[in-house]
Nanobody, 121 residues
Framework: QVQLVESGGGLVQAGGPLRLSCAAPVPAFSRYAMGWFRQAPGKEREFVAGITRRSITAYGDSVEGRFTISRDNAKNTVYLQMNSLKPEDTAIYYC???????????????WGQGTQVSVSS
């Protein structure tokens, strides 16, 4: 079982930055692909970003060029740097872990509890 603990959510003005962190205190952290999904009220969960064991990255179309995912295997942590935030980025952001990078939610094995990100206009 992999427990994922997100942090860094909050309220930010449009155009501002925010960085999310996800800690996964497991010995084999470096073997997992990691990622972020988000879900806004009344909408389906949306792929935001993912990073493979070898740090190959992928992004959802709506965040490409504004968000950056990275990982620090020494700290068992994955980060999501979010820049140029928009009100439509408002959602609960979930950290995920799995055997490979997928853009579809059901393919990920482990999910965090989520952290709220709110962007004011």
């Amino acid at each position: 079982q992999v427990q994922l603990v997100e942090s860094g959510g909050g309220l930010v003005q449009a155009g501002g930055p925010l960085r999310l962190s996800c800690a996964a205190p497991v010995p084999a952290f470096s073997r997992y692909a990691m990622g972020w999904f988000r879900q806004a009220p009344g909408k389906e969960r949306e792929f935001v970003a993912g990073i493979t064991r070898r740090s190959i990255t992928a992004y959802g179309d709506s965040v490409e060029g504004r968000f950056t995912i990275s990982r620090d295997n020494a700290k068992n942590t994955v980060y999501l740097q979010m820049n140029s935030l928009k009100p439509e980025d408002t959602a609960i952001y979930y950290c995920v872990a799995g055997t490979a990078l997928f853009t579809t939610a059901p393919n990920w094995d482990y999910w965090g509890q989520g952290t709220q990100v709110s962007v004011s206009s």
